[in-house]
């Protein structure tokens, strides 16, 4: 497509459910992030990979939060366990360059409502 | 936790006046980056200073950054009631290459 897909748009699960969001990024883009943004705040940094390698996972907030990008191109960002306070907005972005060093190209985001 | 701070938190103005917004961050950086943000949906970039530039312009986008004092500046000129958004600045860090730090956004309301 012509820009960042994400899906599902919209997850309400139970607590202790877990939950996966699919990111599609933009054709050949290099690099993908992903980012947790909670209302009225700016995006949070999770994770990051160049291609197939996940570069940086220091922003994933603990052990539940996984992030894979096995072919280099979609990215799933798998929560385990679901908890109240996972119930944010998750949003996917890609570069056609490594490492930030350009624009960023953001998807709408995929909002999780844990009850 | 997040890089920059963006000052004010909110900017009402009426339409033809100008907006300004800051952001102050903590490291060393790489570039700094400009989005915006409407009504909750993606982030937009708009423009990208690297750390070796002191000004640039895009359209109606003025960008400063000034490194000694750790800070840049947004400048909407003419604003418009399409410019009522959310406003970011994000940081790449020198020591954290690839990791995009964005600020906690500065809400413009542009009435006409």
């Known amino acids: 497509g012509a820009g960042v897909s994400q899906s599902p748009r919209y997850k309400v699960t139970k607590r202790g459910q877990d939950v996966a969001l699919r990111c599609d990024p933009i054709?050949?883009?290099?690099?993908l992030y992903w980012y947790r943004q909670a209302l009225g705040q700016g995006p949070e940094f999770l994770t990051y990979?160049?291609?197939?390698?996940?570069?940086?996972k220091s922003g994933l907030p603990n052990d539940r939060f996984s992030a894979e990008r096995p072919e280099g191109s979609i990215s799933t960002l798998t929560i385990q366990r679901t908890e109240q306070r996972d119930s944010a907005m998750y949003r996917c972005?890609?570069?056609?360059?490594?490492?930030?060093?350009?624009?960023?190209?953001f998807g709408e985001g995929s909002r999780l409502t844990v009850l | 936790s997040q890089q920059g701070e963006e000052d004010p938190q909110a900017l009402s103005i009426q339409e033809g006046e100008n907006a300004t917004m800051n952001c102050s961050y903590k490291?060393?950086?790489?570039?700094l980056q400009w989005y915006r943000q409407n009504s909750g949906r993606g982030l937009v970039h708009l423009i990208l200073?690297?750390?070796?530039?002191r000004e640039k312009h895009s359209g109606r986008l003025r960008v400063t950054l000034d490194t000694s004092k750790k800070s840049s500046s947004l400048l909407i000129t003419a604003s418009r009631a399409a410019d009522t958004a959310s406003y970011f600045c994000?940081?790449?860090?020198?020591?954290?290459?690839?990791?995009?730090?964005f600020g906690a956004g500065t809400q413009v309301v542009v009435t006409p």
């Open positions: 054709s050949g883009h290099v690099s």
């Open positions: 490291t060393s950086i790489n570039n």
């Open positions: 972005a890609s570069s056609p360059r490594q490492g930030s060093t350009g624009e960023l190209f």
């Open positions: 990979f160049n291609y197939e390698a996940q570069q940086d």
């Open positions: 200073i690297r750390s070796n530039e």
């Open positions: 994000a940081t790449l860090g020198t020591d954290s290459w690839g990791k995009l730090q």
